[in-house]
């Protein structure tokens, strides 16, 4: 029997997971918070040396993530992600998804997460959709993923194209097609759009079509980043400085 995954708590929850012996899961560097001692956690490169290069490449992660096995017999560990937020947890298998960058939690052992060259070569100019290389799930099992604040689903349908600021996405439904825009105005050339962006503070966008479900987040990384350092004050560096801190708690 698989691992299981449960969330306990309403509030910022804890991941909570199930593991009969010989099973494991893996999940992202310093996620774990409690495991029974039936339970061994060790670092390991999900996927080779390549893969890791490139999860790296794409969320700037650990080149390692962690392993949790059951190896003396059956147990129970809860993991947290690194910013304050809620998760989900994600059936795979029919339904495949594309996660945002800091999105992953954890996995069952028969999903992988694998970096792939975005398709979306302009989602690969802008924005927090991984650059260059995006994460893809694949195998069957679950997948765990964290947003900044509260998660909400949406599902597209045909005909009814869904528009979402790019620094709420947290995942999306891999059969969907997706664009990604400086404004959602209909008015055709990059410089209208850029000057419409500017004006109305809307920032990046992606554009999803298709069938399929987007997990959305109700805070904004970034912009929640830069509120803090307006408040903060911000200087070039020396004492006083908040950017190196805010940078390694963002």
Request: with cysteine.
């Amino acid at each position: 029997m698989a691992a299981t995954f449960s969330l306990i708590g309403t509030i910022e929850p804890f991941l909570h997971c199930n593991l009969k012996k010989g099973d494991s899961i893996y999940c992202e560097a310093n996620a774990m918070v409690m495991m029974e001692t039936n339970l061994e956690l060790k670092g390991k490169l999900q996927g080779g040396i390549m893969q890791s290069l490139m999860r790296r490449f794409a969320n700037d992660e650990s080149l390692f993530q962690q392993e949790i096995e059951a190896v003396h017999g059956e147990g129970d560990c809860l993991l947290a992600p690194t910013l304050d937020g809620d998760m989900q947890i994600l059936d795979v298998g029919a339904n495949q998804y594309t996660l945002s960058d800091g999105a992953f939690v954890a996995a069952s052992r028969s999903v992988e997460v694998r970096a792939n060259i975005q398709r979306n070569l302009g989602g690969a100019v802008f924005g927090d959709t991984g650059g260059f290389v995006i994460m893809q799930t694949h195998g069957t099992g679950q997948v765990v993923v964290s947003g900044f604040g509260s998660l909400f689903e949406i599902d597209v349908e045909p005909g009814k194209d869904v528009i979402i600021d790019n620094g709420h996405v947290v995942c999306w439904d891999s059969r969907l097609d997706y664009s990604l825009s400086v404004s959602t105005s209909k008015k055709k050339g990059f410089m209208s759009n850029i000057i419409n962006s500017v004006t109305s503070g809307e920032g990046m966008v992606l554009k999803f079509s298709g069938q399929g479900k987007v997990v959305i987040c109700s805070r904004n990384r970034d912009s929640y980043k830069g509120w803090i350092q307006s408040v903060l004050g911000t200087n070039s560096g020396g004492r006083g400085s908040s950017g190196g801190f805010l940078d390694q708690i963002m």
